[in-house]
């Protein structure tokens, strides 16, 4: 019995002993899982920000490199990192979607690529004045001690395009607990490009002082004014849907005199719903963006993106817009049966004109394209021999624009465009993107009526072009871009679908005191001035402003050639980041 006794209580005891082994176990692996999670969690924080500073480093590095609406100068290869399939897959589907329609993924610049194992790669060294970017890399290798980093810019598939897609890839290593290697990778990713100037929806130089937001404008976008604005709300505040980037708000008392308004009053005379509601500028912050300097610059640029009509007999080796020496009137008219997407004639009245030129995006899509010169003999056509080209889609006048088409107070237009004029731009149409106008609009946009839009249908159109509209315009003119009259007579509810460039000038209407209101006045894009025009009066004569901003300068989906940038600038516009683990 005792024995038994001995025996029971050894079981006992073994048994006991077996049930601490396996607690101390389960603690002891529990203790291993959390240092290893800690370890994991502490290397991915770590990776996180690395790669972030990484993206940042190499943004610094293709600053320089952007020639403004010249695009930039990186070589493409064939050399696409063996790790872009890992970071595609880790992206959201709206992502991979954009990847595959908007971004070239056969080519890349390697701007640099090294792994612990292998060292620096040697492509690197035929990068062109990049002494200060290899310091800077190396600093950071010596001290954070990757295991690997890249940095790759692919282009995008849009001709034109002046926007790179950014990754920089960083792996670390650390040590699970038994001791094996794991390593944690993090992508960041970005669209950058240039400074583009239709970053805000309005962005104005200088105001005016007897130049007004009142009342029933609404402004549906970021904004910027190096100046003080002007508000009056005697029948109601103007809504500011977006950030306002400017010195102040000034308004006037009952007895006309003008006064700057407090900061902490700008609700009683503005509804104001951006994050966060304003920003004021400092002088140093107005002068960064000098209008001249801007305007003499871009000229320039352009200059080289386009050739004669009688240049174009060759074949170009690259896409190439058109020049005119002369006033010029033109029009878009796609999708109607007509036989051209742009029909441009020589001089400033269709009646008077002789000869005129009909372009038309081939089949095929752009930049192929056809243009065929016609002249005009006892009132008939005659045209000459088609000539193929790649057209980017860039006209470019010595003298003023005026767009005045064949089907009165609209011009319907199919790709992406830009119109320089050395003079000034006359809209006489409205301009609306061809599918955009055929889901939301009527044949009544052809009328002196039009139609005013709600603010739920301006809604549906956002977020219609945000996702489906492949078509844009901008009109760029050194002095004013001008809302014009057609036998004294405005469109009513006029509607622009464009980026609007006046860099020595205003945009304005013509004769905006005169008759009687003119209803809605819609720009669907951006605005940038040197001065602040005028487009309707307090009392009711001219237009009422609704201004938003396109969301596709967000993401350079559509972006035509020409489009103004600032040389040497660099702007993020997209920034993400996804994590691998093995």
Request: aromatic content about 12%; overall charge positive; hydrophobic content about 35%.
């Amino acid at each position: 019995m005792e024995n038994m006794r001995k025996g029971f209580m050894t079981a006992i005891v073994l048994v006991m002993m077996v049930v601490a082994s396996m607690t101390l176990l389960v603690l002891y692996q529990a203790v291993a899982n959390y240092r290893e999670n800690a370890m994991s969690t502490l290397s991915s924080i770590q990776n996180d920000a690395d790669s972030v500073n990484m993206m940042n480093i190499g943004v610094g590095f293709l600053k320089p490199k952007f020639l403004g609406i010249l695009g930039i100068s990186l070589l493409y290869n064939d050399s696409v990192p063996t790790w872009f399939n890992d970071f595609k897959s880790k992206l959201s589907q709206d992502w991979q979607n954009y990847i595959t329609t908007y971004v070239s993924t056969t080519k890349a610049c390697k701007i640099y690529d090294w792994s612990s194992t292998g060292g620096q790669d040697s492509g690197l060294i035929k990068l062109e004045n990049a002494s200060n970017f290899l310091n800077e890399i190396t600093s950071y290798i010596n001290q954070r001690k990757p295991y690997q980093i890249s940095l790759y810019a692919f282009p995008m598939k849009q001709s034109g395009s002046t926007t790179v897609f950014l990754i920089s890839m960083v792996k670390r290593q650390y040590r699970a607990t038994n001791n094996q290697s794991k390593y944690v990778t993090t992508y960041t990713y970005c669209l950058v490009g240039p400074k583009l100037l239709n970053q805000y929806v309005y962005f104005t130089g200088q105001e005016q002082s007897n130049i007004y937001f009142a009342s029933g404008d609404i402004i549906d976008g970021p904004m910027r004014s190096n100046d003080y604005i002007y508000i009056d709300n005697t029948n109601g505040n103007p809504t500011f849907n977006g950030t306002i980037e400017f010195k102040g708000m000034k308004t006037k008392n009952q007895k006309g005199k003008i006064f700057e308004v407090a900061t902490n009053n700008y609700s009683d005379y503005a509804t104001m719903k951006g994050n966060p509601p304003y920003r004021i500028l400092s002088d140093t912050d107005a002068a960064n963006l000098n209008f001249s300097s801007i305007a003499s610059e871009y000229k320039t640029n352009l200059q080289n993106m386009v050739k004669p009509y009688s240049d174009l007999q060759t074949y170009p080796a690259t896409p190439t817009g058109i020049q005119f020496t002369k006033d010029i009137t033109l029009s878009f008219n796609h999708g109607t049966g007509s036989d051209y997407n742009l029909l441009i004639y020589e001089g400033s009245n269709i009646a008077d004109s002789t000869v005129r030129y009909k372009i038309n995006w081939k089949t095929s899509g752009p930049p192929n394209a056809t243009v065929v010169k016609e002249t005009k003999s006892d009132s008939s056509w005659s045209p000459s021999t088609p000539v193929d080209t790649l057209f980017n889609g860039v006209v470019y006048s010595t003298g003023n624009i005026t767009i005045d088409g064949d089907s009165t107070y609209l011009s319907k237009y199919y790709g992406n465009y830009t119109l320089y004029s050395v003079g000034d731009i006359k809209v006489k149409d409205r301009l609306i993107p061809y599918d955009t106008y055929t889901n939301y609009f009527t044949s009544q946009e052809t009328q002196y009526a039009g139609t005013k839009l709600s603010t739920s249908t301006i809604n549906d159109i956002y977020n219609y072009v945000s996702a489906n509209e492949k078509s844009s315009l901008n009109l760029v003119a050194k002095n004013n871009v001008i809302v014009s009259e057609t036998n004294g007579i405005k469109p009513y509810n006029m509607k622009l679908f464009a980026s609007i460039y006046a860099f020595g000038g205003s945009f304005k209407v013509e004769d905006y005191n005169h008759d009687d209101p003119a209803g809605q006045l819609l720009v669907f894009g951006s605005i940038m001035q040197k001065v602040r025009g005028a487009v309707g009066t307090i009392s009711g004569a001219g237009y009422d402003k609704m201004y938003v901003y396109d969301p596709r300068f967000t993401t350079a989906a559509y972006q035509p050639a020409g489009t103004p940038a600032k040389n040497s600038s660099a702007k993020i516009q997209v920034l993400g980041v996804v994590k691998s683990n093995n």
